[in-house]
């Protein structure tokens, strides 16, 4: 499994290089879940992460096709590696594939070596947006790279208190078996990485663990390093 961790500035980028980390993910946690921080922000990290991926998300997503089309470009000309979309306020089908069609046009016509992330939410219900189980099947037609599962609502509620290891097995094994890679995140602790190893999704997402247990805190070296090492760990 990758380890992605997601900074908000460079000086917390340098640190997840320097512990281990294999993405660097650009977000702005005041903007929600999926937040988007600014393209000089994108740039910066990138110039600071040398050889490691970076990563930025550009938004918890209501359906606005074009406007997220344009955000998407706007993260893969600043230099992301992987450009993420939450698909926070989409109900139906049809208006998924709508977004993500265009967002991979965007992006794929850029640069097809970009890698296009589409996000749902392991607290679908509670937030009113599309299952993420739906995901892999319409994120194949509309040609994204990786399904992703994250929590729409930082309260300190986990993906596993939202779903189960059988139901977050089933994802990962739905997205492999329509060609895509997956990610997992949502408040994962170090206790969660035994059953995430058994899951085994592509990668595992993460801010608030590798700060201590509050995200609004800042990401410490020695943590990233210890969940490098509890991942690697056989």
Not at 119 to 128: L, Q, T, V
Not at 192 to 200: H, V
């Amino acid at each position: 499994m990758k380890l992605l961790v997601s900074p908000i500035n460079v000086e917390e980028a340098n640190i997840c290089k320097l512990g281990g980390a294999d993405i660097i993910d650009v977000k702005n946690p005041k903007e929600g879940s999926l937040g988007a921080n600014f393209p000089w922000m994108i740039k910066a990290v990138k110039n600071a992460a040398g050889t490691i991926q970076v990563s930025a998300t550009i938004g918890d997503f209501n359906y606005k096709p074009g406007t997220a089309s344009l955000a998407a470009l706007g993260a893969a000309v600043a230099g992301a590696d992987y450009i993420k979309v939450g698909l926070y306020d989409i109900q139906t089908r049809e208006q998924a594939m709508e977004m993500l069609t265009n967002i991979v046009r965007s992006v794929k016509e850029y640069d097809r070596n970009k890698i296009v992330v589409a996000s749902g939410y392991s607290d679908y219900k509670r937030i009113n947006s599309i299952s993420p189980f739906e995901l892999p099947e319409i994120g194949e037609a509309a040609g994204v790279d990786i399904v992703m599962m994250d929590t729409g609502i930082k309260d300190g509620r986990s993906t596993f208190e939202f779903l189960n290891n059988e139901e977050l097995k089933e994802f990962v094994t739905s997205a492999r078996d329509h060609g895509l890679k997956s990610a997992l995140a949502g408040t994962i602790k170090f206790e969660d990485i035994p059953s995430l190893k058994i899951i085994s999704p592509d990668i595992i997402g993460v801010r608030g663990c590798v700060c201590g247990g509050d995200r609004n805190s800042s990401i410490r070296k020695e943590l990233v390093t210890k969940l490098r090492n509890e991942i690697n760990k056989k």
